[in-house]
C-alpha cells in the first residue's frame, strides 16, 4: 500500500483539522438498519424465518417493503467511516452526502463480503483451492474486484484464509481448506488479484484477510466455539496465510469472532499489536467482525460498552463493525483520559490511508457508464467462471471407467439439486442474479442430446417412488445430483452430521437396484462422509457450488470433453466422527495401526477416506526416479512423471518434507510446493523443486524460529498419501 509524499501530507492535513467526534466517526461502520415496515423486531422476523413460521419468499416480500435507516444524519456529521451497501445509486447518494455535506469531506468506504466471486460467482474457495492453479485464483479476484468496483464496492471483506481441519464446522466451504502452504498461495493470489492492477480506480479494491486469527479451530468444529491451541501450532500453521497476506501488501484485516487461549481476538493486543501490526510490519487498518465488539462482554472478557471499546481500540481495533461502541463511548474515554489520543489518531491515519490509496479522495462516485458495464455479463466474465468451475472439480471414483459418458447415452438425470439455480451458486454469494446462472440439468441438456431429467428427491423432503422407477427404466445410466443445500454450510452451519443429508442415501440405494450403472455428482459446501458411497456407487464427481457456470462443467466432465484435474484442499473423513482429520498431524508415539494400542477407532478406517491432494482423472500418471540432494543453501529435488493412459490430462505434482526428529514434534509431511503440469498420453516430464533451506525450520512456542540440522525425509507425489520418499540429512 504505497502512498506518494503528496497523499501522506494529505492526510497529516486532514488529521489536524479533524474534531474527536470526526476522528471516531472515521472508526465506525455501519450497515443500513431495518426500522420498520412490519409488526414484530427484526431479531424476531429472522427467528420466524429460521424457524419456518414464515417461508424464506414471505420473508423475501416483507424486506422488499421494510423501511431502512442509511444513516444519512450521521454521514452528514462526519459519524460514519464505512459502509455495507451493494447498490450503486444508493452508494452514490450516500457519498454525496459524506463529500459535499459533512464537514471535511471524507469519502465513505463502501465494503461487501464478496467472498468468490460479485456478479460473476465463481466456485466457492474451498473448491477453487483444489484447481492448485493460483493464476486462476489471481484471475477470478481481479475480475470480482472490476465487478463490485462498478458498483462502488471498493471493500472486499476476503480473502478468508482460516486453515480449517474439521469438516463440521460450516465456514471450511469459505476458505482454502487444511493446509497453510496452500493456504497460502491461495492468499498471495487472491490479494495481487484484488489489489494490483491500480491502472485505474476502477480496477482494483481493499482485500481484507479474514478472520484473524485461529477461527478454523473451533473446537468441535462448532461455529463461534473457543479456540485453544499450542503456539508452535498456532505460528506454523494458522498464522501462516495470514503473514503470507500480509507480505503481499493486503491493506486491511478482520478480527476473529473467537478467543485464542482465554482472549477474545478482538481486544487481543498481543495478536492485533504485537504480532500483526509491530511483527508482520502490516500497514493497513482492522476491522472487527459484526457485532464482535459487544460480544466481547459476553465472552467474559469486557465489563461493558465502555470497556470493550477502549480495550477493542487499545489493543489496535481501528474499526468497529456494527455496534457504533466506539462512536458512543470513545470521546468519553479519550476525555478521561482512558484512552489516549494516540490510539485514536493512528486508527484514523491507517483508514485514511486505505481511503487514499483505493483513490476514494478523487474518485468517490460510481459512473453511469460503469452501473450500465455489466448489465449483461461479458462473455470473458461466464468463460472464466466456466474454466474456474472445471478446474475445480474432482473425480472421486472411477469404477470400471465409467465416466467419461458416451454422448449419444440415455441419461436418467436425478435429484432437485441439478435443477435449481439457486443451489449452484454456494454460501456468501451477494449480488448473482438467475439470469446468468446454468443448473447441471441445463448444462447437460446441452452436452448430451438424450438427458431426461426425474427429481425424484433432494436434500430435504421426500423421494417420489414413480420417478425414481422411471428414472431406472430410461436410462442406460443415472447421474444423481445429491449433496447438500447452500445454506447447510457458511456461517452459523456447523453440522454435527456430515453425510449426506436427508433421505438422499436412500434414494442411492434403490437407484442402485435399479440395475444401471449410477453416477454420483456431489453438490456441497465442506468434505462429506462418504464411506457407504465410497463402497457402494461405482462413480463419484465432487462438483461443490460451483458458481453461475457449474451446469456446462459438470457436463463436460462427464463427457469427457474436460478431464477432470481438481485435486483435493481438504481432506475427506470416513465418517463424521473422525473430524477433525488432515493429512499433516504429528505421527504420535503409536501412530494407529491394526494393532490395538495405537491411536485409532475402533469402529473407523485410519485416516482419511479421500486425503488431501487426492483426485483422479481419466487418464493415469506413473511417477520414478526421485533424485534429492542439498546444496549449501536449498534441497533440489526432482522426479519424472507419465501418463500412462491414452489421452491427454494435467497433474499437480506434490511436494512435501518431514523433519524426521526436531526439538518440537512436526507433522508426518508438511506441503513446501506443487506444481501442475499438463502431459500428453505417453509423455513424460521431469519435474524439479528446489526448497529454499530456510523455509525448512519452524517455530517453537516462544515464535522462534528453527532451523536443526538432522534427518529429512522428502516426499514428491500424487497426493499427500502417495508419494515417493527419499531421506536427506541436512545441514543448516
Ligand atoms: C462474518 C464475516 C463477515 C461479516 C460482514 C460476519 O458475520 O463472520 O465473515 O465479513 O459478517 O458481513
Redesign the pocket.
Known sequence: MKLTEEQKKRIEELLSQMTLEEKIGQMNQESPSIVGGFDVPFEELIEMMTDGRISKEEFGRIMADAKQDYHEDDIRKGLVGSL?VQDPVKVNELQKIAIEESRLGIPIIFGL?VIHGFRSVYPIAIAEAGSFDTDLMERTAAMAAKESRAAGVAWH?AP?VDVARDARWGRVSEGPGEDPYLGSQFARAKIRGLQNDQSSPENYVAACL??YVGYGACESGRDYNTVSMAMHVFYNNYLKPFEAAVDEGACTV?AA?NDLNGKPCTVNKFLLRDILKDSLGFPGFVVS??NAIRECIVHGACEDDMDAGIQAAQAGMDMD?GTEIYVKNLKEAVESGKLSMEVIDEAVRRILSVKMWLGLFDHPYVTEEAMKRYETLPVEHTDLAREAAEKSIVLLKNEGNILPLDKNAKISLVGSLADNKEEIIGAWAMSWQEKDCVTILDGMKEEFPNVRYFECGGPEGDLNMNEILAAGDYGDVIVAVLGELVSMSG?ASSKADITIPGRQRELLEMLLTTGRPVVLVLMNGRPLALSWESQFVPAIVEGWHLGIQMGPAVAHVLSGAVNPEGRLSSSFPAMTGQCPVYYNHPNTGRPGSKSKFTSRYLDAPLGALYPFGYGLSYTTFEYSDLQVKETEDTVEACIKVKNTGDRSGKETVQFYMQDVAASLVRPVKEMKGFEKISLEAGEEKTVSFSLAKKDMGFYDNERTYRLEDGKFRIFIGKSSVDCLMQEIEVQF
Open positions: 455495507m463480503d471483506f478468508m479474514k478472520h478482520m469472532f467482525d459484526a463493525m456461517e
